[in-house]
């Protein structure tokens, strides 16, 4: 059995598994990341962001044709099959893949193939399918993700039952669909299959769409999966889920019954944690199989940290990445640690959702004196040359200081907009003020305008 020793081990070649390693190599730490993967990437390239967000551009494209008065005058509406669709998610999967790979090898960082197991707090046995191997380190980082939490009492070896990440080997395009979760990933495909002329049912186990949302951004969510054919049943609990060769009934506790093509689960997600041989180290997941942190990424064990989505919270790829970087800024003691708590929502539902900070709600419960400064898309020069007119900016802000307070944006390219927001959010004492934007020349016409709009608008609302 061949052994090597390495500063740095990193388990999973997903975006906190490649921010930390990529850190760490360039502190001239000598440094190995293991892949139970073909290849890098981790959930994030194969099955969940890169995906999906491919997937959707596409299906939004197919939409923009089929309501163009423009292109309706050359040709009829035009629709595509789910697996259509998907190839040109693929082609994107293949350059990230490339990319990534590139970036190993550049920086010297040995990425090593195999399924990782503590032998102890300094060595891991990495399993392949011929060999093994083991890995001496001073410190080690879990980042090996997370996948869908699957019931027990769902059989999705059927082959009309899905989840997450195996409805992207969906071979047809079904007429009608059951979703099962309403979180971000439900509501994301939700949209995407609507968009395609599917007929969704969409179930919620909750009282409302994305609760954590702004209520009027949740709000505006709900209207238009609606005013796009989805059908959303909210405080729902399944009973049984029963396949069969031509469709799949849900049964829920409320006594109604839903038959559909398919059905895809969406509810939940458990860490990767099994077969790593924590249990050798001392360390023990919770039931949804995700380890617990301190605010420098370190687990209960002195030199293992862990990061991304097997530590739960946000579990979002942005967040993942700059929460590998921080663990190993902790292990090289660089000047740029941080515990990643300022996380924008990036949501690509049709229309794509948005924010960073505080909701109304959530100001109203804390008895902050906030004022509301709004800007309709509807309105913009831009997005009526777009012809995106759907969606809104709000901002909120504190009355007395004007200190902007949170940034919710519903509608085209909302991920985009809310990064000018949250610029001025993290700028240190009177930087931060709605008087930037109302003082601030924006190009025109532009979305990003919308910022000046809402400023005034706010402004307006002061007396």
């Not at 082959?159 to 395009?173: A, F, G, V």
Request: aromatic share 10%; with cysteine; charged share 20%.
């Amino acid at each position: 059995m061949a052994e090597h020793h390495y500063d740095v081990v990193v388990i999973g070649a997903g975006p906190s598994g490649e921010g930390a390693a990529m850190n760490a190599t360039k502190h001239g730490k000598r440094v190995a990341i293991i892949e139970d993967k073909p290849t890098v990437g981790g959930n994030c390239t194969h099955w969940g962001t890169i995906p999906s967000k491919a997937l959707r551009h596409s299906v939004k494209q197919i939409i923009t044709f089929n309501t163009n008065q423009m292109f309706r005058d050359i040709g009829e509406p035009r629709w595509f099959s789910f697996p259509r669709v998907l190839q040109n998610a693929q082609k994107v999967i293949g350059k990230q893949v490339k990319l990534r790979t590139q970036f190993y090898s550049r920086n010297r960082v040995d990425l090593i193939n195999g399924r990782a197991f503590f032998i102890d707090q300094n060595r891991i046995e990495v399993r392949g399918s011929k060999s093994s191997e083991t890995l001496h380190f001073k410190q080690a980082i879990i980042a090996t993700g997370s996948r869908p939490y699957l019931p027990p009492d769902v059989d999705f070896r059927h082959h009309r039952i899905y989840n997450s990440d195996t409805i992207l080997n969906l071979s047809h395009t079904p007429r009608t669909l059951i979703i099962y979760g309403a979180g971000v990933i439900g509501s994301e495909y939700a949209s995407i299959f609507a968009g395609l002329g599917v007929k969704v049912d969409l179930i919620n186990p909750g009282s409302r769409l994305l609760s954590f949302l702004d209520d009027e951004i949740s709000d505006a969510l709900s209207y238009h999966l609606r005013n796009n054919g989805v059908l959303v049943r909210h405080n729902e609990q399944y009973e049984t889920v029963v396949g069969d060769d031509h469709g799949v009934v849900l049964s829920l506790q409320s006594g109604k019954k839903i038959r559909a093509d398919a059905f895809l689960w969406c509810n939940g997600r458990s860490g990767n944690t099994e077969k790593l041989g924590l249990e050798n180290i001392g360390l023990v997941p919770n039931g949804r199989g995700q380890l617990a942190v301190d605010e420098h990424y370190r687990t209960e064990v002195e030199n293992i940290y862990a990061a991304g989505d097997v530590i739960g919270w946000p579990s979002l790829a942005s967040a993942a990445y700059d929460q590998g970087r921080s663990a190993s800024s902790d292990i090289v003691d660089d000047e740029y640690f941080r515990f990643v708590s300022d996380v924008p929502t990036g949501i690509y539902t049709i229309p794509e959702i948005s924010s960073v900070g505080k909701t109304e709600r959530e100001l109203t419960e804390a008895k902050v004196p906030y004022e509301v400064g709004q800007a309709f898309f509807k309105d913009l020069a831009r997005a009526q040359i777009t012809g995106e007119a759907v969606g809104m900016l709000k901002i909120l802000f504190h009355r007395e200081t004007r200190e902007i307070l949170g940034i919710h944006c519903f509608g085209d390219q909302a991920a985009e907009i809310v990064h000018i927001g949250q610029a001025i959010m993290n700028q240190e004492g009177e930087a931060n003020s709605l008087n930037y934007f109302i003082n601030t020349t924006f190009n025109y016409p532009t979305m990003a305008e919308a910022y000046r709009v809402a400023a005034l608008n706010g402004l307006n609302r002061i007396f």
